[in-house]
Nanobody, 115 residues
Framework: QVHVVESGGGLVQAGGSLRLSCAAS????????MGWYRQAPGKQREMVASIDSGGSQIYADSVKGRFTISRDNAKNTVYLQMNSLKPEDTAVYYCNANRLGLGYWGQGTQVTVSS
């Protein structure tokens, strides 16, 4: 079992920055990738960025060049640095840890970008 907790959301003006954190605990060995997803009201949950155990990163086209995902293996934590935020980035952001083919989700953190 893996427990995932997100933090760092909030309200920011367009053009601003936020950094989200995701801490994993429990059976953290064999976690092969962690990622950030988001879900806006009335929309499906979508992948924002992911990073695997080797450090390879994948980004959604909508955030490339603005968001950066990173991980601190010593702290079992993944970060999402979000710059140049836009109102369309407003959503609940969820962290996912993939371990042996199973995905573990956090409760989510709200990010609101005002215009």
């Amino acid at each position: 079992q893996v427990h995932v907790v997100e933090s760092g959301g909030g309200l920011v003006q367009a053009g601003g920055s936020l950094r989200l954190s995701c801490a994993a605990s429990g059976s953290i060995f064999a976690i092969n990738s962690m990622g950030w997803y988001r879900q806006a009201p009335g929309k499906q949950r979508e992948m924002v960025a992911s990073i695997d155990s080797g450090g390879s990163q994948i980004y959604a086209d909508s955030v490339k060049g603005r968001f950066t995902i990173s991980r601190d293996n010593a702290k079992n934590t993944v970060y999402l640095q979000m710059n140049s935020l836009k109102p369309e980035d407003t959503a609940v952001y969820y962290c996912n840890a993939n371990r042996l083919g199973l995905g573990y989700w956090g409760q989510g953190t709200q990010v609101t970008v005002s215009s």
